[in-house]
């Protein structure tokens, strides 16, 4: 059974920094393409970040590029999001997502309905 766990939400203000974690387990992690989503209230969910099987490519939706940084250790199965320059409209439940495979396509890797898994959301809040 796979299992993706965030930690590392909390409250932070505006300009500061926060760095999530998802710790995976029930496959090996080192296989699948890996992602970040968020969802602010009353808002759809939205990609955020992606990265492949390597760690070797990424890809970033463009208001958070050059801020955040999305990485991963595979030797311990953990994903990361580092997050900087935050700002009240990055105020969202971060969410973990795996996927099925290492394909790493990005036209597919931004839509939800391509990933397998979903961690239970971590919350973020950035006071102005």
């Known amino acids: 059974q796979v299992q993706l766990v965030e930690t590392g939400g909390g409250l932070v203000q505006a300009g500061g920094s926060l760095t999530l974690s998802c710790t995976a387990s029930g496959r090996p992690f080192s296989l699948y393409v890996m992602g970040w989503y968020r969802q602010a209230p009353g808002k759809e969910r939205e990609f955020v970040a992606t990265?492949?099987?390597?760690?070797?490519?990424?890809h970033y939706t463009a208001s958070v590029k050059d801020r955040f940084t999305i990485s991963r250790d595979n030797t311990k199965s953990t994903l990361y999001l580092q997050m900087n320059s935050l700002k009240p409209e990055d105020t969202a439940v971060y969410y973990c997502?795996?996927?099925?495979?290492?394909?790493?396509?990005?036209?597919?890797?931004?839509?939800?309905?391509?990933?397998?898994?979903w961690g239970q959301g971590t919350q973020v809040t950035v006071s102005s």
């Open positions: 990265i492949d099987s390597s760690g070797r490519s990424t």
């Open positions: 997502a795996g996927g099925g495979s290492s394909l790493f396509s990005t036209p597919l890797l931004t839509t939800p309905g391509f990933w397998n898994y």
